[in-house]
């Protein structure tokens, strides 16, 4: 089964690491994410996350210069890996990408704070290749507020981070929704012109936590023709443990609440505990795909959590 995963963290590792000295390649590296287990898993498509913590001192200059450095990373990585990955931006390039056997790297960008009240650096963003924004992570920025500790739930999006949407729309940045608050999701179903994503986001009547969309959110979400991604985060799954069987509960139940083309993988790897993960990295993400099999989904289904609804997703979006 081919396989697309919208949201890992590993460029955050890897400029970690390299302003620690260390150099994790992406080819082979002991991480959860590299290119010969996206490979051998038969993984079409990774979204590759420039991660940035607002609370802690950048790598860089900026918080800001982080993202760009991450991108260089994920460029340079690329660029000695051409073989088997291409820097991808649309649909047409991913599909294309298929038949020369390469896997589609998409690069989002989570935090969309790191502009502060910079409307011109999404056009920056949007010509280096990002076309993916998670509004928020845990902090109130510019743009809005997040679903965190419970301070923020019902607030909406700012002045700034309406302008945000529409600039967003207009270029053609899909909007992320995970993190945000619930007041601020809202605003993206009303206000946005495009569908929009919660790349790793969980069913929260499944397990109560902020960080997981409510049924009311997931067939807003729906509605709007979006999609959202199943996290392995064990907070997220059950709170315990990250277990295939918690997945499976949260996936059935989004399916049986959106519908089959609500649903598509955000595993979060590398930006969440490695603890309690039952599936230790993306050599493991089959495990999931037979154990659905297992399960009694139907085969239709599977494909389209597996790749084909973020395909559809992209589709959508660009002809919006």
Known sequence: M?????????????????MNGEDISLLDNNINVDLNRLRSSNYIGQVFACYVDLGVLPFTDSHYGDALEMINILKGEIENNKNLISLTSDLKTHLENQEKDLISGFLSVEEGG?????????????????RFITLTWNYENAIGFPNFEGKYQYEGLKP????????????????DVSHLSDGGFYDIAKYG????????????????HLR???????????????????????????GDKSSVESMIRHFKHIVN????????????FDGISEENLELK?????????????????????????????????????ENY
Request: proline content about 2%.
């Open 193 to 208: 012109k495009r569908p929009f994503l919660a790349t790793h986001s969980n069913s929260r009547k499944v397990q109560n």
């Open 257 to 268: 609440v959106g519908g089959e083309d609500v649903i598509g993988l955000g595993t979060d």
């Open 2 to 18: 081919k396989i697309i995963d919208m949201h890992v963290d590993t460029l955050l590792k890897m400029i970690s690491g390299k």
């Open 281 to 317: 990295g993306v050599e493991d993400t089959p495990k999931l795909i037979d154990a659905l099999e297992r399960e009694g989904i139907k085969p239709r289904v599977i494909e389209k959590f597996a790749y084909k609804n973020f395909e559809d997703f992209l589709y959508r979006f």
């Open 160 to 175: 700034f981070g309406r302008e945000v949407l529409e600039k967003m729309d207009d270029l053609g940045i899909v909007v």
């Open 114 to 130: 790191i502009i502060g009240e910079d409307l011109e650096k999404l056009d920056e963003l949007y010509e280096l290749g990002v």
């Open 212 to 238: 997981n969309l409510t049924d009311e959110m997931i067939k807003a979400l729906a509605n709007k023709g979006g999609l959202m991604g199943l996290n392995f985060c064990d907070l997220f799954l059950d």
